[in-house]
């Protein structure tokens, strides 16, 4: 299985979570702590990721880089 992981902008995150629905192994979740904005910010929840960039390519900002081990 392939091995991924992302990092995320979390000043510009906007909570939306369009992102959270779009990965299929759970790996992200809305935050219950808040940014400078005041939005509840994505983060990684488990180390599930396999990079697949479905989050990277749904969200509308472009808050988040994936990146896959090689």
Avoid: F, H, W
């Amino acid at each position: 299985m392939a091995k991924g992981s992302i990092e995320i902008d979390v000043e510009r995150c906007k909570g939306c979570a369009v992102c959270v629905g779009a990965c299929p192994n759970k790996v992200i979740a809305l935050s219950k702590k808040v940014n400078s904005k005041g939005y509840n910010y994505l983060e990684m929840v488990n180390d599930n990721c396999i990079g697949c960039a479905n989050c990277g390519i749904v969200c509308p900002d472009g808050v988040i880089t994936v990146y896959r081990a090689k």
